[in-house]
C-alpha cells in the first residue's frame, strides 16, 4: 500500500512493451520455477507476514475445499478439478488501467518475486487452516498495470467453461462466473497477495489453479479461484455471494467473531485437522482474523455491523 502511494511501482515508469518483455528483461535466473503448471518446485523467499501456526497437511488443504464450480461438497473439487486445463491460461486487465490487455499467465507471475506466505485461512462457515502459500502481493501486479487514479475497486473473475466445471449449470442456482471484489485499498494493501502455489509446488487445481487471490483478513469467499479477468473499476462490483444472499453475505466480509452469520456463531472456529485431537480444535475467532494490527486502519470509523 505504501508502496503504491509513495512512489511509483516498475511498470508506473515503463511502456507496456517492456512490461510483456520482462521476462526476458529478467533473465533465467529469477524465472526459473515460473516456467507453468508443470513446473518443479516454487523457489520462494520466507515472508514476515507469516504467521508461525503449524500449517495444516497438504492432504487436509486439498481434499477438504469449496469451489463450487466443481460441486457442493467438500471432497468434489479434488473429485472433478482433475480434468480443469490451466495451461494455457491468461489473464486480462482492464478497466481504469494505463496498460490493459491480455497477459499469459508467465507474466502475470513475474509480477513480482513468488513469497512463502503462511497464513490463518477462515471460512465463513467457521472452519480454519492454516496455508503456506506461494504467492506475491497483488500490488505488485495493479502497479505494473498503472491504476489510474478514479479506480476505487477492484473485480475479480474466475474462468467460465462449463465443459470442465461441471457444476456451471443453470441448476445451480449460483449466476456463474464466480465474482469478487475488494475496496482499493484492501487490493493494495500488502497481506493481499495471488497466489500461485502451495507448500513450495504449483496451486492444485482444487485450491484454485493457476492463481487465485489470498485475503487472509477476509471470510474465504473473497478468496476467488481460477482467475481470469480482473477489472480496476469506479462502482462497487457485484459479488456472488452478496447476490445471492445480501442479508447474509455482505461486500467487506471481514472475519469478526462480534458480528454473527444469520444462521451461526462467528465467536469460535474449528481448526481442519488434529488427528485424535480434533476434539480440542475450537478456537476463539480473532478480530480480522488476526490481523487486525495490519488492516484495521482500513475501516476506522465505519461501524462493521453495517458494512458487514
Ligand atoms: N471461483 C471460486 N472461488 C472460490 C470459491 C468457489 O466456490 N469458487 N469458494 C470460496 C470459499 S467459500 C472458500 S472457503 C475458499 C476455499 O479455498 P480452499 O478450497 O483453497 O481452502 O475459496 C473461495 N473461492
Ligand atoms: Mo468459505
Request: one cysteine or more.
Amino acid at each position: 500500500m505504501a508502496r503504491n502511494a509513495n512512489h511509483p511501482g516498475w511498470a508506473d515508469v515503463t511502456p507496456r512493451a517492456m512490461f510483456l518483455n520482462r521476462r526476458a528483461l529478467i533473465g533465467g535466473a529469477l524465472a526459473a520455477g515460473f516456467v507453468g503448471p508443470a513446473a518443479a518446485r516454487i523457489a520462494a523467499t520466507p515472508s514476515p507476514y507469516s504467521t508461525d501456526a503449524a500449517p495444516n497437511t497438504l492432504e487436509e488443504i486439498t481434499s477438504y475445499n469449496n469451489f463450487y464450480e466443481f460441486g457442493w461438497n467438500k471432497g468434489d473439487p479434488k473429485a472433478n478439478a482433475g480434468r480443469l486445463t490451466i495451461d494455457p491460461w491468461s489473464v486480462e486487465i482492464g478497466g481504469l488501467v494505463e496498460r490493459p490487455g491480455s497477459y499469459p499467465l508467465d507474466d502475470v507471475l513475474r509480477a513480482a518475486p513468488a513469497e512463502e506466505r503462511i497464513y490463518r485461512f477462515r471460512c465463513v462457515e467457521a472452519w480454519s487452516m492454516v496455508i503456506p502459500w506461494i504467492g506475491f502481493p497483488l500490488s505488485a501486479l495493479l502497479d505494473r498495470a498503472g491504476v489510474q487514479p478514479g479506480a476505487k475497486y477492484v473485480a475479480f473473475q474466475t474462468l467460465y467453461r462449463p465443459a470442465e466445471m461441471n457444476n456451471q449449470t443453470a441448476l445451480s442456482g449460483i449466476d456463474w462466473p464466480y465474482v469478487e471484489g475488494l475496496r482499493i485499498d484492501e487490493a493494495m494493501h500488502p497481506l493481499t497477495i495471488l497466489a500461485s502455489g502451495l507448500y513450495g509446488d504449483p496451486l492444485p487445481r482444487q485450491n484454485g489453479a493457476p492463481l487465485r487471490l489470498v485475503v487472509p483478513w477476509k471470510y474465504g469467499f473473497k478468496s476467488i479461484k481460477s482467475i481470469v479477468k480482473i477489472t480496476l473499476t469506479e462502482a462497487p462490483p457485484p459479488t456472488t455471494w452478496q447476490r445471492l444472499q445480501p442479508q447474509e453475505y455482505g461486500f467487506y466480509a471481514n472475519v469478526n467473531p462480534q458480528v454473527d452469520h444469520p444462521r451461526w456463531s462467528q465467536a469460535t472456529e474449528r481448526r481442519i485437522g488434529g488427528g485424535l485431537f480434533a476434539f480440542a480444535n475450537r478456537q476463539p475467532t480473532q478480530m480480522f482474523n488476526g490481523y487486525g494490527e495490519e488492516v484495521a486502519a482500513l475501516y476506522a470509523g465505519m461501524d462493521l455491523r453495517k458494512f458487514y
